[in-house]
């Protein structure tokens, strides 16, 4: 069983900063790669950036690319997403996700390959 805990959501304007962060309960010695994904009101869930179970390859909507950065650090179970250069519409709520995996190196980018799901961040870019 895995738990998943984000925080660091907020009110920025255009242009800035924010770093989100997604605390990791697990069994140990559980293998996961993660995601994190968004879901703004009236639209489905989509992919925002997802790591290997390493941390060492990472993939990225075509949206975000270039602005965020997704990282983990699995010494404090940790994973997190640099947002750059916000834009209004990355307003969204933002989920972490986990699914366990026998790979170093696979990530994954559809909803349902996910088997956790943290409670969401709001994010909220104004212009």
């Known amino acids: 069983q895995v738990q998943l805990v984000e925080s660091g959501g907020g009110l920025v304007q255009a242009g800035g900063s924010l770093r989100l962060s997604c605390a990791v309960s697990r069994r140990t010695g559980s293998r996961y790669a993660m995601g994190w994904f968004r879901q703004a009101p009236g639209k489905e869930r989509e992919f925002v950036a997802a790591?290997?179970?390493?941390?060492?390859?990472?993939y990225y909507a075509d949206s975000v690319k270039g602005r965020f950065t997704i990282s983990r650090d699995n010494t404090k179970n940790t994973l997190y997403l640099q947002m750059n250069s916000l834009k209004p519409e990355d307003t969204a709520v933002y989920y972490c996700?986990?699914?366990?995996?026998?790979?170093?190196?696979?990530?994954?980018?559809?909803?349902?390959?996910?088997?956790?799901w943290g409670q969401g961040t709001q994010v909220t870019v104004s212009s």
């Open positions: 996700a986990a699914r366990g995996t026998y790979s170093s190196t696979s990530y994954y980018s559809r909803v349902n390959e996910y088997d956790y």
């Open positions: 790591t290997s179970l390493s941390g060492g390859r990472t």
